[in-house]
């Protein structure tokens, strides 16, 4: 297997649906009462009022979210999942932005088998903005490199469920789409006007937002530092401030931290992070063992 297809993204298994604000905690309601109902189409449709291509889209964006998965049928909820959603969870119905950003953060960071538009979009990109057609273009080019040949349609529904998350619906047709979304409200993408693009059309442009840390929340962003280095840099004392505020799966990548604003967050938390000048970035070295379940509950407190 080459370098490349060490890399296994997913394009598909969304049904071209993004996922509504109330799926989630419906989905973990109904694992609770059944853990097999959920793998039963027609059961699925009766508890939760989905169409089959909805309930098929719900069981793929609870595995994305590393919310719950199924093993031989029986579904049940993984640690950020039970810790968030379940019995007793931190906010089980996405009450508070903190989730909203929680969610952002597992959604766009698996290591294994990352969605491929969130994986270009946040961090193969040099440009911040962009038309379908031109993101189109350079899927399909990524798509090659790392040895796939998925149709054009492929590729720009997996697109499109990538800007529905973020900016809503790209038609008024379904308004309701633009409200249901929990990851909307986050303003991580926004429309810049229009411009020519493939075949001499007019398109909406869509450009990636900075984000204030102070809008994100600084446990938020501890999290994250301590989930990017149990999983991207684990075993590892320190690491460069450059992969912090710019790696894949980073957070600063992830979360659109200005590079300034995530330098004076690790001096200012000196109880959990060192943060030291070397060259023209910087080294950070953990205070303590990092633990994002310690800090995941501290999001919350």
């Known amino acids: 297997m080459s370098a490349a297809l060490a890399i296994r993204p997913r394009f598909s298994g969304h049904e ?43 069981r793929f964006w609870l595995e994305a979210f590393d919310v719950a998965s199924a093993r031989d049928g029986s579904w049940a909820l993984l640690p950020f999942g039970k810790m968030v959603f379940g019995e007793n969870g931190l906010d089980p119905y996405i009450e508070r932005v903190e989730t909203q950003w929680l969610l952002h953060w597992q959604l766009s960071t698996a290591v294994e088998n990352p969605l491929f538009a969130w994986r270009h979009i946040l961090y193969r990109r040099m440009r911040t903005d962009f038309t379908r057609s031109e993101l189109l273009a350079e899927m399909r080019d990524e798509g090659k490199r790392l040895g796939y040949d998925h ?29 249901d979304g929990p990851l909307v409200d986050l303003g991580l993408v926004r429309r810049l006007g229009r411009r020519r693009g493939g075949a001499d059309r007019i398109e909406p442009v869509f450009a990636l937002s900075r984000i204030p840390l102070a809008d994100i929340g600084s446990t938020v962003v501890d999290y994250a530092i301590a989930s990017f280095w149990r999983a991207r840099r684990a075993g590892e004392t320190v ?12 957070p600063g990548s992830t979360l659109r931290l200005e590079p300034d604003d995530l330098r004076d967050h690790l001096e200012r938390s000196s109880g959990l992070w060192s943060y030291r000048l070397s060259g023209d970035a910087g080294n950070v070295s953990s205070v303590v063992i990092p633990d994002p379940d310690r800090l995941l509950r501290e999001v919350y407190a």
Not at 169 to 174: E, H, I, P, Q
């Open 16 to 58: 071209t649906f993004a996922c509504r604000f109330a799926w989630l905690p419906k989905a973990v309601r109904l694992i609770a009462r059944d853990p097999l109902a959920l793998s039963d189409d027609e059961r699925a449709i009766l508890e939760l009022g989905l169409g089959k291509n909805m309930v098929r889209a719900l």
């Open 151 to 179: 149709s054009d349609v492929t590729l720009l529904q997996h697109a499109d469920v990538f800007l529905h998350s973020y900016v809503g619906s790209l038609s008024s047709a379904s308004p309701e789409d633009a409200l």
């Open 239 to 250: 690491i460069t401030f450059r992969d912090l505020a710019y790696g894949e799966g980073s």
